[in-house]
């Protein structure tokens, strides 16, 4: 069993006799969650109203250094799993955002809100990475899906708490510095729980390994990245919908705004998409663990691609608010099911590095969100960089459709 303190005895694998391990880790997620929704609807308004950037390249240089660095920081977070272990990770991962909140609060130049967005990605690769893998590593094969979707619920129900919760105090007590006083709090006790109570799981998956029936990689980087049918189809949807999200991260504010949304409305519309995001991924990580993760991939992004596609003929709340829960739910039939296969197709000890190197794609698509639709939208509109996203999005999951093996989600 997976234990708080002391000595560890023989482990066994399990969602029910790991429950308290695994809720600890689920709670650590959350606050990992908030420390990035803190940022999701504010720092575009910060750009234009106190640092006079105009232009929608320049406001999303934020997001250019917060996806790389996350990125880089998942891939390494992979490789470095056994050799430092997972719960050493996270304690980096939290003593590094730290300094986050402050530097923002000081910060009197834009280059200073890019290097807090790259401590915040390197923040975000080792933390929410570590997470990921320790519950991967203690629930087994049989309630993995389920696992990922109570790990994603967590962490991006707490990215929509925190995203309106910003909102709301910017628009009572300006941009600074008291939406981002939240933050310093949420790093230090995400720091004291990792500390006081998390333990490591390599033991675990040293005891899964015994006997598994997947196969080595011969080469994890190109394997997962693109030549493994079961992994390349994964990463390349993972790319894509983190692409999806960043123009959802940096132009949906702008979007909105343009439209005479208030700073409180813009906060609830951008809230909305994450939170059902968030909820909906207990279901559908059930669900994972049931159905072929080719049809959830494919639907998911599908469903998405269609719904980014409306954005720009958007005009009232509603329609806003019911866009936002339909891609909520499209996204929360991917999250979980990208997890879930790639562990499905890998051997425990390859796991970890894969998962590290699917999230390193998957999070480059942050920044070629930013670069590509900032360019788009200052070539031509806003509305003209969402619909370019919109059909990347949906030729991303016909290639899931076309390419992944059909295969069965391992349960009961």
Same mark, same amino acid.
């Given at each position: ?165 910003? +909102? *709301? ?6 941009? %600074?510095?008291?939406?981002? &006083?939240?933050? #310093? @709090? $949420? ?118 691609? +269609? *719904? ?6 958007? %005009?009232?709340?509603?329609? &806003?608010?019911? #866009? @936002? $829960? ?62 370019f996203v919109g059909i990347l999005t949906v030729l991303a999951g016909l290639h899931v459709r076309w390419r992944m093996p059909l295969g069965a989600a391992i349960g009961p």
């Amino acid at each position: 069993m997976f234990m708080s303190r002391g000595s560890i005895t023989q482990p066994v694998l399990g969602l029910g006799v790991n429950k308290k391990a695994f809720a600890l880790l689920v709670l650590v997620n959350a606050f990992v969650g908030a420390m990035v929704g803190l940022e999701r609807t504010i720092l575009p308004g910060l750009a234009e109203a106190e640092f006079g950037l105009s232009g929608h390249t320049a406001m999303l240089t934020f997001l250019v250094s917060f996806g790389i660095t996350k990125a880089v920081s998942n891939y390494y977070t992979g490789v470095l799993t056994w050799r430092f272990g997972s719960r050493n990770l996270l304690l980096a991962g939290w003593i590094l955002a730290l300094p986050v909140p402050l530097i923002l609060i000081y910060a009197d130049a834009w280059i200073w809100v890019v290097v807090a967005n790259a401590l915040l990605g390197v923040h975000q690769g080792l933390a929410w990475s570590s997470t990921v893998i320790m519950k991967i590593d203690l629930v087994g094969e049989r309630h993995r899906g389920l696992a990922m979707g109570l790990n994603e619920f967590a962490g991006y129900l707490a990215v929509a708490a925190a995203a309106y919760l910003s +909102a *709301v105090l910017a628009d009572r007590y300006g941009y %600074r510095p008291v939406p981002f &006083f939240a933050g #310093l @709090a $949420i790093a230090a006790i995400g720091l004291l729980l990792t500390l006081i109570f998390v333990r490591d799981t390599r033991h675990f998956v040293r005891l899964e390994s015994t006997d598994h029936p997947a196969p080595r990689l011969t080469s994890p980087f190109l394997d997962t990245s693109w030549r493994h049918p079961g992994l390349g189809p994964v990463t390349a949807a993972g790319f894509v919908n983190n692409l999806n999200d960043g123009m959802m991260w940096g132009l949906l504010p702008v979007l909105l705004a343009g439209r005479g949304f208030s700073l409180p409305e813009l906060g609830m519309v951008a809230g909305i998409y994450p939170a059902v995001w968030g909820i909906a991924q207990v279901g559908t990580g059930f669900l994972s663990d049931r159905m072929a993760h080719r049809h959830l991939l494919t639907a998911g992004m599908l469903l998405q691609g +269609a *719904v980014i596609l409306c954005l720009p003929a958007a %005009r009232t709340t509603g329609l &806003f608010v019911t #866009l @936002a $829960i339909l891609l909520g739910l499209g996204t929360a039939l991917v999250y979980p099911t990208f997890l879930a296969a790639i562990a499905a197709a890998t051997h425990p000890e390859d796991r970890a590095q894969s998962l590290g190197i699917f999230r390193f794609w998957r999070d480059l698509g942050y920044a070629a969100g930013a670069l590509v639709t900032g360019m788009v939208a200052d070539l031509f509109s806003v509305p003209a960089a969402v619909i370019f996203v919109g059909i990347l999005t949906v030729l991303a999951g016909l290639h899931v459709r076309w390419r992944m093996p059909l295969g069965a989600a391992i349960g009961p």
